[in-house]
Structure formats: structure tokens, C-alpha cells
């Protein structure tokens, strides 16, 4: 069901079936730990069922975040390595966020923010998930004063990681044509070429001679 | 269940004023340790008036039995045999809730109504909203708050709200044959201690004292010490209790911080596209893809 066939695979059936689990049990994840962290969030206890469901469910939804965001990390870490240039694309990301991309460095498959975001994810779910389970009174009983550090990293991390995620989804929003790529995994040339222009290249073997 | 005769003045999970028309007296337990004989009837008493049977025991060489507090026991007996100047001396202390005037509980429990706290000071956990995380055991400085494995709700301790709420002493106070523990306002506590206290001095414990941490702004559970510059040795009383400064930062400045992130960039997102308006692949570079995809 290809609209056009000049169009570019960008994600595989399973890489983005990957990112939906991740994505929608880091919402479960996220909505019944906010409930958990703030009385003004309590509320979202009643989507779970209960209060005492949320309690009980919030543990499991953050292991198959973590589990499946672990998998997708195993897949995309080589695509994800940081160089010179995306550093360069760092530095001046105020122009991008101004509207002005045009004269951004030329990027690969992802942009420099898109792979800082990436490890910091990864980051911040390996220490969701230690500080998780020391937490997690329903299997685990650790001495007290971890359970009161592993309280205060697993908020803090948990608000850190929502923040990215709301910019990240905020970016998919944003930059048109982008979503679809997660939905059926393709993208347009033109997409391609505005915004992650060597990956284009390497694509299409086109546009040689509009690189830097 | 909240009694109607004791005011609620703090509420677990809970961000604006409790009701606070009514003023109440506040109230106290002293536990005199010089007094105590260790004879248990205050631990049987609570089991009696609330109702709990808790699992028979082991012995695990001390008198201590059961051998820690759990949703059973709300109140426990612990021995501490201390040689001291080459002295034997026995110290008994009764362990239990000591009712934080500024309750570490209470601050973590983040369901709303789990926890809350009378007027007159009694701190006390509401099961049927108990969530059963545990962050109150996370909270509490003092080691006090047990879930059940059965029911998964915490228990504790609840200074017998009920007979206090009618104008009762609690079951322990009532029933210890010594006078070792004595139940009333606080203040009135504060005044028998010292006398307690000068008595002890007087018979050569220079050292006793009353043990009312201020850590946790006092607590409505208070103790006649023989060597109150000594705690720890009462089965490692904490010398200076306080809320956990890691439960303060949780539970203080992560909250709002967080919050105002989470806000500052919901607002900053939507503003940005509303005045940068949708970033949108240029008609020329469709032109140029064109192009390059026919040539």
C-alpha cells in the first residue's frame, strides 16, 4: 500500500511495533506513576481500575518499558552514535527550534538531538529500572536508606525521561511528516532530504551534488 | 474510619487546610522504663482490644517475642541486657508508633486520607484507603509502619484512637500493672516526667531524661530514659530522629519542580508552534526531489 513508490523505508514492521510497546507502556508507565507522585495527578488512579490497581500495575508497565526499550536499544545503538558533526548540529540547534533548518549540518538517519535524546533514555531507564525494583515492596525488600535514595533518582529520573518524551513527541508534531513513519514506516524523499539529508543520499544515491 | 469526636488537623496526599475550628487538647503516652517490669501485658492487651493474632513465635535466645513488630503487633516488647560500670542492667522498651507531631508517614503516604492526624496528635492509618506501597515504612524514622503479607495494607500502632476518641485510656496504658505507662495531655506527661526524672537523678542516674525528639517537632509517644544521653541502647533507639532528608526532597521540591517542567514545556511546545508555525518540507526542495528523482 504504497502511496508512492519513490517513497523511503525508514522503520521495518517490527522496529516500529517495538517502539509502539515502548511508547505505550511508557504512557501506562507514566500516567500511573504520576498518580503515585503528586496528589494533584491522583485521579489518573481511576484509569487503572483503582488506586490499589495502579499500585499494583505501575511496576509491571515500567518493566515492559524497560524490557522493550532495552530491545529496541540492542537494535538502534549503532545508528545512534554521537559524531563531530552532530555535536556541530547541537550547538546550533537554537536555529532549527527558530524555524530556520535550512543551513543546518547535513544528518544521517538521526540528528544530533535525536541521538543525545536516545542515549539519554537509555540512561534514564536502566537507572528507572534499578531504582524500580529496589522500590518494589511486592518482590523486593532492600534496606531503608536505598529504598529512600531509589525514591528520590526513580521521581526525578521518571520526570527527566517524561520531559524528553514530551519534546520528542512535541518534534514528531512539529516536523510534518514524521509520524508516518511510525505508523506504516515510510517517508518522502522530499522529508528526507530537508531533514536528514546524508541518510537521503545514502537512500537514493541522489543528490550528490547538494552536499557539504 | 475517622472518629468523629477527634478533628482531623493533617491528611495524607492532601494540598489545601484540613478543618480547623475545633481546638483539641493534645495528648500523649509516657513510657516510664524505669518502671517497666517487662511482663508483656501491655503487648497482650493490644492484641486483646484490637483484635490481632499475631503468628506464635520462635525464641530466638531473648525475651523478645514475637521477634519484630509486623501487622499483628503494634506494640513490642524489646530486651536489652547492657553491662554498664560493671553493672547488669535490663533495658525493656516498649516499641511501637511514636506518633510524630511531624509524622514521616504521613508526608510519603500518597494516597489521599491513608494517614492522617487528629487534633490532639494521634497519627492513624486509614486501611480501607491504603494503597499498600509502603512508602510510609519509606517515610517513618523510626522503623514502625508493617505491611501484611495477607492483605497488603500497612499497620501499626494507632495510639487505640477509638477508646481515646470516647475519652479512654489507650489498652496498654489501662491495663500495665507497674504505672510504668500513663496517658494524658501532653503537657500533663511533660510535668510527670519531670518528676520521674528527678526522682531517678536522685537515686544516682544523672543521665535520665525525657526522650521527646524534636527532629520530628515531638512525638505524642514519649520515654522516661534511665540514661537519656544514651538512646541507642534501648535496642537502638534513634538518638536524633528526623524525616529522611532524601523523603524531604521527594516529597518537597521534586514535586513542584517537577511539575512546573512538565507544564513549562506543554506551554513552551504550543506557543512555539503557534508562533513558529509547523516545520514543513519546502516546495523547493519537492522540486529538487523531483528533479533528481527523474534525472
Partial sequence: MRRDPNDLDRYTASERVIHWVVGISFILAGLSGLALFHPAFW????????????????????????????????????????????????????????????????????????????????????????????????????DINQVRLASVVHAAVAAVMIGLIMVHIYASIWVKGTIRAMWYGTVTRAWARQHHRAWYRYMTGLGNGQSR | MAWQSLDIQRRSATTTPAPGARQATEVAKLIDISQCIGCKACQVACM??????????????????????????????????????????????????????????????????????????????????????????TGCPFNIPRLSEKDHKAYKCSLCSDRVAVGQSPACVKTCPTGALHFGSKEAMKDHAEHRIADLKSRGFSNAGLYDPPGVSGTHVMYVLQHADHP????????????????????????????????????????????????????????????ETRS
Wanted: proline share 5%.
Fill in chain 2, 48 to 137: 486483646e482490644w484490637n483484635d490481632l493474632r499475631g503468628e506464635v513465635g520462635h525464641c530466638a535466645g531473648v525475651y523478645d517475642n514475637p521477634g519484630d513488630l509486623d501487622s499483628q503487633t503494634w506494640t513490642l516488647m524489646r530486651y536489652t541486657e547492657l553491662e554498664n560500670n560493671g553493672r547488669l542492667e535490663w533495658l525493656i522498651r516498649k516499641d511501637g508508633c511514636m506518633h510524630c507531631q511531624d509524622p514521616g508517614c504521613l508526608k510519603a503516604c500518597p494516597a489521599p486520607g491513608a494517614i492522617v492526624q487528629y487534633a490532639n496528635g494521634i497519627v492513624d492509618f486509614h486501611q480501607e484507603n491504603c494503597i499498600g506501597c509502603g512508602y510510609c515504612i
Fill in chain 1, 43 to 142: 485521579p489518573f488512579t481511576m484509569l487503572f481500575g483503582s488506586s490499589i490497581w495502579t499500585r499494583i500495575l505501575h511496576p509491571y508497565f515500567g518493566l515492559l518499558m524497560g524490557v522493550a526499550f532495552l530491545v529496541m536499544a540492542v537494535w538502534f545503538w549503532r545508528l545512534n552514535r554521537m559524531n563531530r558533526v552532530d555535536w556541530e548540529w547541537l550547538r546550533r540547534v537554537g536555529e532549527m527550534v527558530n524555524g530556520n533548518d535550512e543551513h543546518m549540518p547535513e544528518q544521517g538517519k538521526y540528528n544530533g538531538g535525536q541521538k543525545l535524546l536516545f542515549w539519554l533514555l537509555l540512561f534514564g531507564t536502566i537507572l528507572l529500572l534499578f531504582s524500580g525494583v529496589v522500590i518494589w515492596r511486592a518482590w523486593f525488600h532492600f
Fill in chain 2, 232 to 291: 541507642e541502647w534501648y535496642s537502638g533507639l534513634p538518638r536524633d530522629p528526623k524525616i529522611s532528608p532524601w523523603v524531604g526532597i521527594w516529597k518537597g521540591l521534586a514535586k513542584p519542580l517537577a511539575i512546573g517542567a512538565m507544564a513549562a514545556i506543554t506551554l513552551a511546545s504550543l506557543f512555539h508552534y503557534i508562533i513558529k508555525g509547523p516545520n514543513e518540507v519546502s516546495k523547493e526542495t519537492e522540486k529538487e526531489v523531483e528533479n
